[in-house]
């Protein structure tokens, strides 16, 4: 478990997304007794199923366990904006993080119900036309650490609207208002500890849920996180293969750097 005397942040969530990428700096988890201005957290990822790429930075608290971030992610065919606030407790065991969101994109819109092939969506983006979607996330992160084991979960709800319905590629069916779940769960170990260097080696499996369609997402993944891979700096390689047929189905790579000023 996290202790009170860390001797710096770490990153105690690890990217499962690029929509979802929770930090949780343990040595901040309790304030210092001189604390100094806000530090703030860098992460750049990039994702192959589906193609995307992320832009985030965090602003965390030195006086209370608070931050504040804003992201951009770039999701093939539009580009999702958010910004919020986290939050953790008890050195980091509980993490929560809520998002605003928008999505402008250019999306393929279809009366509710109407039937559409895949490769229709995906080989004919002259029927994808201006549009909008909004709403709010929230990330609930568990991080159970003893020794060098490492137990992860996270659950995150999304709520979001839509103009019109339209064809959703991860739902691969036609969605208006959506209402989904994502559960994640890792176990990572510690496998060459080395000074303020850590190798976590994991394990992990992601199963989505979209109210009114079922599963969307069941994803396992194998992969690993390095701690000061170079001073401040740390990165993640996840592989993964995606078991429903769809869109998805298939190997996945996962890419994260995280860059901290001090």
């Known amino acids: 478990m996290a202790t009170r005397n860390s001797p710096r942040p770490r990153l105690a969530a690890r990217a499962l997304g690029l929509t979802v990428l929770a930090v949780v700096p343990r040595a901040l988890a309790d304030p210092p007794a001189f604390p100094g201005p806000p530090r703030l957290l860098w992460t750049f990822g990039a994702q192959t199923r589906p193609i995307g790429l992320l832009a985030r930075a965090d602003v965390l608290s030195t006086r209370r366990p608070l931050a504040l971030g804003a992201h951009a992610a770039y999701k093939s065919v539009s580009l999702e904006l958010g910004v919020g606030p986290s939050a953790w407790a008890l050195g980091g065991f509980l993490t929560f993080t809520v998002r605003a969101l928008v999505e402008p994109g250019f999306y393929l819109t279809l009366p509710a119900g109407s039937e559409l092939s895949v490769g229709r969506a995906l080989s004919d983006p002259s029927d994808r036309g201006p549009g909008l979607r909004w709403g709010a996330s929230a990330v609930l992160g568990l991080n159970v650490r003893v020794g060098r084991l490492w137990l992860y ?65 069941a994803r396992p993944s194998v992969g690993v996180i390095v701690e000061n891979l170079w001073p401040r700096v740390a990165f993640d390689l996840d592989v993964s293969y995606g078991l429903r047929e769809g869109p998805l189905a298939g190997l996945g790579v996962i890419a994260v750097v995280w860059v901290s000023n001090e």
């Open 153 to 217: 979960s996270r659950t995150t709800g999304i709520a979001r609207q839509r103009l019109a319905p339209e064809y959703d590629r991860i739902a691969d069916t036609v969605v208006d208002d959506e209402l989904s779940l994502e559960l994640a769960n890792a176990v990572m170990v510690d496998a060459a500890p080395r000074g303020d260097r850590h190798v976590w080696v994991y394990a992990e499996h992601t199963h989505g849920l979209l109210y009114g369609v079922g599963t969307t997402v």
